[in-house]
C-alpha cells in the first residue's frame, strides 16, 4: 500500500471511529436518564453512564488532570509509531481513534460518557462506550499480528 493511501485510510479511520462514538455518546446522554437502563436484548442494555476513572471506572481517585497527561503521552506515541510506518497500521488506527474518541470527553466534560451494558445473568461487564470498543479491538488485533509475526 502506498503512503498516501495508507495516511488517507488512517484518517479516514480516525474520523469514522470519533465521529461514531461521539455522535452515539451525544445520543445516550440526551435520550437516556442516568438512572434507566434500556433494555436492547436480554444480554444488551443501554445506560447514560460518567466515568471519571480508567478503564472500568479504575483510578477515579487520580482525577481527570492525570488522565488528560496520559491520554497525550498515548496518542503521541501512537501517532509517532503512525509516522515511523510501523506494521500494524490499522490497529494502531483503532487504538488512536479510541484514544481521541475518550480523549476528548475528558477535556470538554471531565469524564468519559459510557452506554453499552452487557450482562449475562449475575455477570455484569462495565459499561463502556464506541471508543473503548476501538482500542479493545485495535489492541486484541496487534496482540493476535504479533503471536502470528512470531510464527
Known amino acids: 500500500m502506498l503512503l498516501n493511501e495508507k495516511k488517507t485510510l488512517i484518517l479516514l ?3 469514522s471511529v470519533v465521529l461514531l462514538d461521539q455522535s452515539t455518546k451525544y445520543l445516550a446522554e440526551t435520550f437516556i ?3 434507566e437502563s434500556l433494555k436492547i436484548l436480554p444480554v444488551f442494555h443501554l445506560v447514560n ?3 471519571e476513572g480508567a478503564a472500568f471506572g479504575l483510578f477515579k481517585n487520580l482525577g481527570n488532570e492525570f488522565f488528560i497527561v496520559i491520554s497525550i503521552i498515548a496518542i503521541g506515541l501512537i501517532v509517532a509509531l503512525l509516522i515511523r510506518g510501523k506494521d500494524g ?3 494502531l488506527s483503532l487504538i488512536l481513534s479510541g484514544a481521541v474518541g475518550n480523549f476528548i470527553d475528558r477535556l470538554l466534560y471531565g469524564y468519559v460518557r459510557d452506554f453499552i451494558d452487557l450482562s449475562i445473568g449475575r ?3 462495565p459499561a463502556f462506550n464506541i471508543a473503548d470498543s476501538a482500542l479493545t479491538i485495535g489492541l486484541l488485533l496487534m496482540m493476535l499480528g504479533t503471536l502470528f509475526k512470531r510464527r
Open 123 to 125: 455477570y455484569h461487564w
Open 33 to 35: 436518564n442516568p438512572t
Open 13 to 15: 479511520i480516525l474520523v
Open 89 to 91: 497500521f490499522f490497529s
Open 49 to 51: 453512564v460518567k466515568n
